[in-house]
């Protein structure tokens, strides 16, 4: 071999490993250093193969690109450096990363993720002072983050999004926790579904294009301290025909203002509001039963009505109890 093809030869190599990743045994690291990272096809990791993402580094995805995931993902980034993952071509979409069953846990601290959703499936998830910002026209099916099992805590971060797509989704997790985050333009900011023991709490949701917060076939949820404003349906809808009753809810100050209805309560679910405040809604708590079987019920207590086109609307079959 010559020395030209030699050189040639070296110059591949180089590329290649900085523009995919450092690999090993353990799976995949990108790091700071050689940054931006491409990734241009779809992957499938086996269960001893992990993603690492290193403070200060970024990733650039192709359209469509899935990235299945059978061991752990690690996105620890700084508020100085944070972690980048960005669309190849903005507004396109990236697809997705899932996380499959083998996996164990998902970290992500301080990573501004554009254009792209992740999956998780019975794993740990811990999504700390994150970015997501969302310009895909996706289907309302879809979640920029959405958890089947496991536990979750979703905590700190920023949702922006165009009404298309909803925020965090969750099925049949226990004591999940999302907290603090702000939703601008995100539909269903927060929906849990078949999830027991939650806490949805002192979040900031603007500007949605339907519920705010959405609670189907739930137990022993409570949401608190909560600002939630213009949301085209409900500030938060409680059961559905999809998934049955939704029980044992405490709404507790919690302000609702500029929304179509403020508590939208249905299939025979039951809410406590307490010293929340409602102002300039279509209806405040609106209160629907099935034709036949459980019926709802609202308590409202001490609670501030202030410029609604109505306070309290039920149907024949529910019943509501105001307190003052």
Known sequence: MNNLNLIVILILVSFFACNNSDSNNDGFTY????SPHFITQNMDL???????????????????????????????????EPILINPENP????????????????????????????????????ITNCVFNNSQDLTWESAILRFWFGSVEVTDNIFVGINKVEGVLLHDVNVPMVGRNNFTKVPDAVEFINCDDGVIFENVMND??????????????????????????????????????????LFEENTIIGSSK???LKEASYVHAL??????????????????????????????????????RKDDRSEVEVIN
């Open 31 to 34: 790091d700071k250093a050689n």
């Open 208 to 249: 949605g294009a339907d519920d705010a917060i959405d609670l189907n076939g739930c137990i022993d949820v409570t949401v608190r301290n909560n600002v939630i404003s213009n949301c085209h349906d409900a500030g938060i809808e409680i059961g559905s025909e999809n998934f049955g009753q939704t029980l044992g809810t």
């Open 91 to 126: 507004g396109t979409g990236w697809g997705k990363i899932s996380l499959k069953g083998e996996s164990e846990k998902l970290i992500m601290n301080h990573v501004h993720l554009t254009d792209g959703i992740i999956t998780s499936y019975n794993t740990t998830n811990k």
């Open 262 to 264: 403020g508590i939208w």
């Open 275 to 312: 010293n929340c405040v409602f102002e300039n809604n279509g209806i405040a708590v609106d209160v629907i039963s099935p034709s036949s079987g459980d019926v709802s019920i609202a308590k409202v207590e001490t609670c501030v009505m202030n410029g609604n086109g109505e306070d309290v």
């Open 46 to 80: 086996d269960e001893d193969e992990d993603i690492t993402v290193e403070a200060g580094a970024q990733l650039i995805i192709s359209d469509e690109v899935i990235i299945n995931i059978k061991g752990d993902v690690i996105m620890e980034g700084t508020a100085a």
